[in-house]
């Protein structure tokens, strides 16, 4: 087993490299995120041992990361500042910040994901402010606000197959899935297990 250690910093999520078989993206927050900094590493599993190029400094805790499905030198972190930071995988120098910083989330961003359909280059975040936001890297706005959660989301995941959809976990209790093709309106929502509402 190989262990990477990041003393004083607790991990929040790590996603494997969809370009690089060995390269990962790991965040992490001091203070279990309640208060302090966040931490982006680029790392990369070697036979015999966990190295890291780099550790990446944020002004506030970070809770999620995503690989760009498109372009293999950006990457994109949501924060506990309520904003999602694009960042460029070319530039690991420590002292460099994201490239772009989106903070239109009144609360924390929990999640961020990358869309999974090829060549489309947009990602969705959930947020502590009930909300899912669609970006995309191009554009310093968003491109869609999803409403419609009473409680904070913890979780917001394209879908593989389908073009334009999103799927989205809430504190409310509900599984919401949302089609961007009819922006404003989910199309199902699924309050426990066995029990389904359209």
Not at 32 to 40: A, D, E, M, N, T
Not at 101 to 107: G, L
Not at 130 to 149: C, D, E, F, M, Y
């Amino acid at each position: 087993m190989k262990v990477f250690k990041t003393p004083g910093k607790q991990g929040y999520s790590v996603k494997w490299s969809p370009f690089e078989g060995n390269r990962l993206l790991y965040v992490t927050c001091e203070n279990y995120g309640i208060i302090g900094r966040g931490y982006l590493y680029h790392v990369d599993v070697l036979d015999a041992s966990i190295a890291c190029d780099n550790a990446r400094e944020y002004a506030d805790g970070l809770f999620d990361v995503t690989w760009s499905e498109t372009n293999p030198d950006v990457c994109v972190t949501a924060g506990g500042d309520g904003s999602v930071q694009v960042w460029d995988n070319r530039n690991l120098d420590v002292s460099t910040g994201p490239l772009h910083i989106m903070k239109e989330h009144t609360k924390e961003a929990y999640s961020v994901e990358s869309s999974l359909v090829r060549g489309d280059d947009r990602y969705a975040s959930g947020s502590w402010d009930k909300t899912v936001k669609v970006w995309s890297p191009n554009r310093t706005h968003s491109l869609a606000t999803l409403v419609g959660h009473s409680s904070v989301v913890y979780c917001a995941s394209w879908s593989p197959h389908i073009p334009d959809c999103i799927a989205s976990a809430s504190g409310d209790s509900t599984l919401r899935i949302w089609s961007l093709k009819c922006p404003g309106s989910e199309r199902l929502i699924i309050p426990e297990i066995g029990r389904a509402h359209v």
